[in-house]
Structures are given as C-alpha cells and as structure tokens.
C-alpha cells in the first residue's frame, strides 16, 4: 500500500462529511456519531432530517458488519479484497452524487430521496471505515480525527522534553504520518464547503472522482 493512499482517503472523507453537513440538513456521513448531536439539536429546534440522523448509525454499522462478512466470500472466488471495497465505495459515491444532483437544493432532510442520498453516502464512508481498519492498520485512521490529533499533540509534547533517542524518533515518525491525514482531512472540508457554495449539489461530483484516484494509483493490488 502507498503512504499517498490513506491521504487520499482522508481528503475524500473530509470533502464527504462537509458537503453532506450542508447538503443534508446537517447529516455527518463520515462522522456519524456526530449525527447525536445534530439530532439532539433537531428535537429542540423542530429542524429536519431527525430520520436520515436516527438512521446513520444503524446503517453504518450493517455495513461495515456486511463489509466484513463478505471478505471470506470474495477470497473464495480469488477476488482482490480490497480493491473490490474501493470498487463498491466508488459506486456508492457515484449514486449518492446522481441522486444528489437529481434532488438538487433545499430540500427538506425528512424527505424520503434525501434521506435514500444521505444513507447511500453514510454507506460510502462506512466501506472506507472498515478499510482503514482492517487493511490499513498500521496507517492512522481517514475519517475519525480526535484520536490522530490527541496522539499528535501527545508527540509534540515528547519532543519538546527529554526523551530518549528512539522515542524521539517515533514520535516524529507518528506526526509525519498523521500530519498528512489530518492535513488532507481539513483541505477536504475546506474543499468541500467552498465548492457547495458555488455549486451546491454539482460539488458531490468530486467524491466519486477522488474515489478513483487510489485504484488508479495502482497502489491496492494484493498478491
């Protein structure tokens, strides 16, 4: 695997979580534990998108769940595991942004093509999730940020004091790697909410583009 892939990843999922927070009514598609929030502060406002919000989690997890579940199954038919996930997170992309486009702006999160959009997303992101844990171990994570910027601060901390020669090492070893994810992360959403501006749901065009970049890379074949 390629160090330029997990940056990939991070920068789509960061596009995909802001463009889906303003798209949506404020659904987080990457994030989805976020969705607590969010749903907490549509029952006191009366906003909308409450189902689309109940809903993220429970889809998340099938998901992933069925992610996993199909591994044996696909290395059973001398299937390329990985490749195949990067396959069906890219056509989940591209019917979330088909249906995106199709619905177009400002309509309400409670409606059943919106909440289909938004599901078909969190299913997305749901894949890369399960990727980044089962075939990226040893890379940090491509959506969830909070643990990788902990673990930053926690290095910059260690070099900044005496510590011995190969801790030192490893910690900026560490921050090499996760400053590229959550560098690619925050240019994602930065990308993500300026291309919402300006073209609202034409801007989920990008994810199934980005999607592409890492088969192409050619850097996902297994033996």
Known sequence: MKPGVPVVLSLNA??????????????????????????????VTGSS??????????VFCVVVLVTRLLTPALQGRGLPVLRTMLWLKLVLLAAGAAMAIAIGPGRQGSEPVVVLTGMLLVA???????I??????????????????????????DLLRDVPPEQRDAARARLSRM?????????????????????????FVVPPLLAIVPLLMDATREP
């Not at 998108?49 to 429970?58: D, H, R, S, Y």
């Not at 997305?124 to 399960?130: G, L, S, T, V």
């Not at 980044?132 to 901390?157: E, K, W, Y």
Request: hydrophobic share 50%.
């Open 179 to 203: 400053g590229a994810n959550v560098g690619a992360f925050a240019l994602g959403c930065a990308a993500g909410a300026l291309l919402y501006s300006r073209f609202r749901m034409g801007c």
């Open 132 to 157: 980044s844990r089962v075939h990226l171990g040893t890379a940090p994570p491509t959506t969830l940020m909070t643990g990788t910027t902990t673990q930053m601060m926690i290095d910059v901390a």
């Open 49 to 58: 998108g409450i189902l689309a919000k109940l809903l993220a989690l429970p």
């Open 124 to 130: 997305a992101m749901a894949i890369q999730n399960a």
């Open 14 to 43: 960061g596009y995909v979580d802001t463009a889906g927070f303003l798209a949506l009514q404020g659904l987080f598609t990457a994030h989805v534990t976020g969705n607590f929030v969010t749903l907490g502060a549509a029952l």
